[in-house]
Each structure stands twice: as structure tokens, then as C-alpha cells.
């Protein structure tokens, strides 16, 4: 079955130093699009980086890189020189294809929220 | 400018008193979905559409229901709300060969 593990519930990390979300997920199908969302304490989800499951290599949107290991079946977000905006939930998602036997409908994890310390 | 709205953003009502909220987008997307957001459990699907007058049930349908009509609308309809559908809904659409969803900007659903 489709699963997103984001095992991580609180995170701290100081002002401009980098950190790592982790983000495990399982899957039969082939194709798939991984994601990561921002969720701010005024609740709107912001995309910030997509993965797709053949791509060769790692997303990188600005601050944010996407550590994809295909193999181990983990996407983890790192965020470099973190800012007090940072501070949020951050969900990790996947999407599989649409098609006669998948929703496509997107899998998310519990989230981690994150806390940038000034 | 591109985007999906969802209306009311917020909403405090009581138990069976019946309720819709719209969701439209202006991307002529074809894929549109709801979610429901609750403490500890991420989002999960309630209902999704892939084109006008398709709809199918996602992963927590009970006590939902959905129409599309037109290809921009997407209401979540509530026929008798009770306290367990408290939550932040988002609203979802895409194209169907895309990977990516845009989402509303959600509404919070208060039954008392």
C-alpha cells in the first residue's frame, strides 16, 4: 500500500544553519511525484520542491534540495541557511500516476513541524 | 492570475445543519479533489473528479458529498455536519497527465 513516513514531529534548528526533513515513503508503481509542502501557522499549503521517480537527478527550488535515494525509498528535504519564516509543518507528499487504477490522489505524511531559533 | 478559491474560509455551524463549500479554479484543470486536514494525520482524500460529471470516493468519503457539474466548480457538500468533520479542508486541482496540484487556500470547518 501507498505510505509516506515522516517520523520526525518537531524539529529545531538555529537561524542559518541548514536542516534535513526526513521523508520515507513505499510504493508498487514506477511512476510517482514526490513533494514537498510548506504549511505556515495561517494554514495555506505552499509547494516548495517536486521530485518525479525518474529523474535522475535531485530537485534544488532556491534554499530547498531534495535528497532522493530511489533505492531506500526516501526524499528528504534540506533547507540551507534557515530564516525565522521557515518556522512551519512541513507535509512530504507523493502523487502516483492517474490512471485507470490510481486516483491519483496525493499521500501525505503526518508532517514535521519546524522551529527556527533566532 | 491562476489559482484555486475556496468559499467561506472559515465556518462555525451546528450539528445537522446542512452546508456546501465551493471550490472553483480557472486553470481548466480536469482533476480536482478534496482533502481534510486533522492533527497528526497529514491530509487525507475525501472525494477527487477527473472530468465533469465523474466523481469517485477517496480514502474518508462518509458524510460527504461532491458534484461536478462544470469543469471549474467542485462543491464538498455536508447534508448533516456533525463535531467529527471539524477540520481544515483544501481543495485540489490539477491536469490529469500532471504530477503537480494546485491547492485553495482551505477552509476551516468548525460543528458544534
Known amino acids: 500500500a501507498q505510505k509516506i513516513t515522516q517520523t520526525q514531529p518537531g524539529m529545531f534548528v538555529q537561524e542559518k544553519e541548514a536542516v534535513t526533513l526526513d521523508c520515507t515513503y513505499d510504493?508498487?508503481?514506477?511512476?510517482?511525484?514526490l513533494f514537498w509542502y510548506k504549511q505556515p501557522s495561517s494554514g495555506e499549503m505552499i509547494f516548495l520542491i517536486y521530485q518525479g521517480s525518474y529523474d535522475q537527478q535531485n530537485a534544488t527550488e532556491g534554499r530547498y534540495s531534495l535528497n532522493f535515494q530511489k533505492a531506500r525509498k526516501s526524499a528528504n528535504l534540506v533547507i540551507s541557511a534557515s530564516q525565522l519564516g521557515d518556522s512551519a509543518m512541513y507535509f512530504c507528499a507523493m502523487r502516483e500516476g492517474v490512471g485507470s487504477s490510481n486516483t491519483g490522489k496525493l499521500i501525505f505524511g503526518q508532517g514535521t513541524t519546524l522551529q527556527v531559533k533566532p | 492570475e491562476a489559482q484555486v478559491t475556496q468559499n467561506p474560509r472559515y465556518l462555525i455551524t451546528v450539528t445537522g445543519k446542512k452546508l456546501t463549500v465551493t471550490c472553483s479554479q480557472n486553470?481548466?484543470?480536469?482533476?480536482m479533489s478534496w482533502y481534510r486536514q486533522d492533527p497528526g494525520l497529514g491530509l487525507r482524500q475525501i472525494y477527487y473528479s477527473m472530468n465533469v460529471e465523474v466523481t469517485d470516493k477517496g480514502d474518508v468519503p462518509e458524510g460527504y458529498k461532491v458534484s461536478r457539474k462544470e469543469k471549474r466548480n467542485f462543491p464538498l457538500i455536508l447534508e448533516s455536519p456533525s463535531p467529527n468533520q471539524t477540520s481544515l479542508y483544501f481543495c485540489a486541482s490539477s491536469y490529469l497527465g500532471s504530477y503537480e496540484q494546485y491547492f485553495g487556500p482551505g477552509t476551516r470547518l468548525t460543528v458544534t
Open positions: 510504493t508498487s508503481d514506477p511512476s510517482y511525484g
Open positions: 486553470m481548466n484543470h480536469e482533476y
